[in-house]
């Protein structure tokens, strides 16, 4: 089990709080890679697929992946096997903030295992979210001064300069998306991580 699951598991047996953090982070996983099989023209039979996904541009279930989305997807079923994870898809929703926009991305992330980062009270100058980090992604929102800027998600296979970032706005999630903005960590009020 890895260290972010075994620190789950044993924060799991000090606080209830602690199992919605593991249900968190496996509703995110399952989104991700799914999205991932959605891209490619996977048809849903799940409850809770069919309620995400629109099926009626599906070619079928045995689908080619992208290389890129094989690789995420890969990382994303081992992280999901040693840490236990398991989402009812009977239901026909996942408590995850702002799907609607996650399911804009054209360019997926899967969340960090290991680590995060989060720039509290941003300073500097606004600047615009995409749904990719390529030349054909459209805009998903915009950084303003004073927003918290959250970096929980692995962006190793994206292009260089390129990160993804979830904004809050008075502790409220308002956006997400990639962004080749430079990061200057001395523009926060406050930084973890």
């Known amino acids: 089990m890895n260290r972010l699951f075994a620190a789950l598991a044993l924060a799991l047996a000090a606080s209830p709080a602690s199992a919605q953090i593991v249900d968190e982070y496996c509703n995110d996983y399952w989104l991700v890679r799914n999205q991932a099989f959605n891209m490619a023209g996977y048809c849903f039979g799940s409850a809770l697929g069919q309620a995400l996904f629109d099926n009626s541009d599906c070619i079928g279930q045995d689908v080619a992946l992208s290389p890129r989305n094989q690789t995420l997807v890969a990382r994303i079923r081992d992280i999901e096997g040693r840490g236990g994870c398991h989402v009812d898809t009977s239901r026909t929703s996942l408590p995850i903030p702002l799907t609607g926009l996650r399911l804009q991305l054209t360019d997926l992330a899967a969340r960090d295992e290991h680590?995060?980062?989060?720039?509290?009270?941003?300073t500097g100058a606004g600047f615009t979210l995409w749904s990719g980090f390529r030349a054909d992604r459209a805009p998903l929102g915009a950084v303003q001064p004073g927003d918290d800027l959250i970096f929980l998600y692995d962006t190793?296979?994206?292009?260089?300069?390129?990160?993804?970032?979830?904004?809050?706005?008075?502790?409220?999630?308002?956006g997400l998306g990639w962004s080749d903005t430079p990061m200057n960590w001395d523009l926060c009020t406050e930084a973890a991580g």
């Open 156 to 174: 190793r296979d994206a292009q260089r300069d390129w990160y993804y970032v979830e904004v809050e706005r008075g502790g409220v999630p308002v």
């Open 115 to 122: 680590s995060g980062a989060g720039c509290f009270g941003w």
